[in-house]
């Protein structure tokens, strides 16, 4: 079955610090990837996503991800966080040719200025 | 703002009541999604309607239905309410289907927040 897994649960930074969330897929071929972020009273807006190709992507705020096929792994980046990404991070997996997201259990991020 | 709009923002009401949200999808979007984010169970699928045909489904209970209108707006019924229903219920809506290796980004709308005492 289809799966993602994010170990972290809660991450606090330092602006200014680098960030890395993580994602672990389980999935047969090579998923479609999405980061997603939820800020409070929010809904979801996406940050990047990866299909194929370049396995680094880039997205909106800054944020790039790297799909680690080895590693069934596709982390989010970010080299300098701000106080405005305080937020909860979704991994989510999407299977070929379908539009059922599986999402991850999320990691919410809270930065300390 | 990602143009998709759900109503109410809140909904409180008690158990064994029956309640309906409401969804209105991006000018131009055939599809329509309906997630439940539960501290329980995180962030599920429930099912999908494209241009008024249910087309997908996932975790969704028996006692939830859902249906998506000629002018393409949809609602979710949730009745038999149960303390356990509390949630945050998403709307999403994307142009069309999955198929030929395309892919949809679907948008999401800000959600209504259900309580259920």
């Known amino acids: 079955a289809q799966s993602v897994t994010q170990p972290d649960i809660h991450i606090t930074v330092s602006e200014g610090a680098s960030l890395e969330l993580r994602c672990n897929y389980s999935y047969g071929a090579t998923p479609y990837l999405f980061w997603y972020v939820q800020s409070p009273g929010q809904g979801l807006q996406l940050l990047l996503k990866?299909?194929?190709?370049?396995?680094l992507v880039q997205g909106i705020k800054g944020f790039e991800a790297e799909f680690k096929r080895s590693q069934s792994s596709f982390n989010l980046r970010k080299p300098s966080v701000h106080w405005s990404d305080a937020a909860e991070y979704f991994c989510?997996?999407?299977?070929?040719?379908?539009?059922?997201?599986?999402f991850g259990t999320g990691t919410r991020l809270q930065v300390f200025p | 703002d990602s143009g998709v709009t759900q109503t109410p923002k809140h909904l409180i009401t008690a158990t064994g009541q029956r309640v309906t949200l409401r969804c209105s999808p991006r000018s131009g979007d055939l599809s329509v999604y309906w997630y439940q984010q539960s501290l329980d169970q995180g962030l599920q699928f429930l099912i999908q309607y494209y241009n008024g045909e249910e087309r997908a489904k996932g975790n969704i209970l028996e006692r939830f239905s859902a249906q998506q209108f000629p002018d393409l707006h949809s609602e979710l019924n949730l009745s038999s309410l149960e303390l356990g229903d509390s949630a945050l219920y998403f709307c999403?809506?994307?142009?069309?289907?999955?198929?030929?290796?395309?892919?949809?980004?679907?948008?999401f709308g800000p959600g209504t927040r259900l309580t259920v005492l």
């Open positions: 990866y299909f194929s190709g370049d396995t």
């Open positions: 989510a997996l999407l299977r070929y040719n379908t539009d059922k997201l599986i």
């Open positions: 999403a809506s994307s142009v069309g289907l999955a198929g030929g290796g395309s892919y949809n980004e679907q948008f």
